[in-house]
């Protein structure tokens, strides 16, 4: 069964960098791609980009100039860094594996709450 | 605002059949991309319900299905069970951002 967790600080500073992994068992993520979601309080799902194993990457526009996203395949992680963090990015970030660019998302995180607050 | 509408709830009786619509453009679900549809218990990892408009991943009952036309699609639920209670939300693509629904509450009266 593939489970994916993300991990990462519930807390960060108004200008910080956001810094999440996301750990995938039970099944590798050589040839898939990992996307990274997020949900702010009482809103709709936001889609913040995706990476592939090879460590190409594709990133929302609206997020593009903010957003760096990599792979360790070593560890079975994809990893996320968002920069200059505002309240505004409050949300609970997942994480999902799926298997090409534009394709369903197999498998989903539980999410993770991050709190932007000084 | 999301680029997918979804009605923000509905209900039902057990037993009873309920439908939940994701409506989108002409530049997302009309434009031939596929939709699918996750559901989704707070706390937990949300669960692939229906892929390609109306496909089920294994191990999701036939209660479930999915379908599409035009610019909407639908999600339908037969024989509703109290364990169907639970957030649900569509997901399509416009060129290569993928979008979502804004997400459907369903309670089971």
Redesign the interface.
């Given at each position: 069964q593939v489970q994916l967790q993300e991990s990462g600080p519930g807390l960060v500073k108004p200008s910080e960098t956001l810094s999440l992994t996301c750990t995938v068992s039970g099944g590798s993520i050589s040839n898939y791609h990992g996307s990274w979601i997020r949900q702010p309080p009482g809103k709709g799902l936001e889609w913040i980009g995706s990476v592939f194993y090879s460590g190409s990457t594709n990133y929302n526009p609206s997020l593009s100039s903010r957003v760096t996203m990599s792979v360790d395949t070593s560890k079975n992680q994809f990893s996320l860094e968002l920069h200059s963090m505002t309240a505004a990015d409050t949300a609970v970030y997942y994480c999902a594996r799926h298997r090409y660019s534009g394709s369903r998302l197999d498998y989903w995180g539980q999410g993770t709450l991050v709190t932007v607050s000084s | 605002?999301?680029v997918l509408t979804q009605p923000p709830s509905v209900s039902g009786a057990p037993g009873q059949r309920v439908t939940i619509s994701c409506t989108g453009s002409s530049s997302n679900i009309g434009a031939g991309?596929?939709v699918?549809w996750?559901q989704h218990l707070p706390?937990?990892?949300?669960?692939?319900l229906i892929?390609?408009n109306n496909n089920r991943?294994s191990g999701v009952p036939d209660r479930f299905s999915g379908s599409k036309s035009g610019t909407s699609a639908s999600l339908a639920i037969t024989g509703l069970q109290d364990e169907d209670e639970a957030d649900y939300?569509c997901?399509s693509?416009d060129g290569?951002?993928?979008?979502?629904?804004?997400?459907t509450k369903l309670t089971v009266l």
């Open positions: - | 605002q999301s991309y596929d699918h996750y706390g937990t990892a949300p669960k692939l892929y390609g991943p939300f997901q693509h290569s951002l993928r979008i979502f629904g804004g997400g």
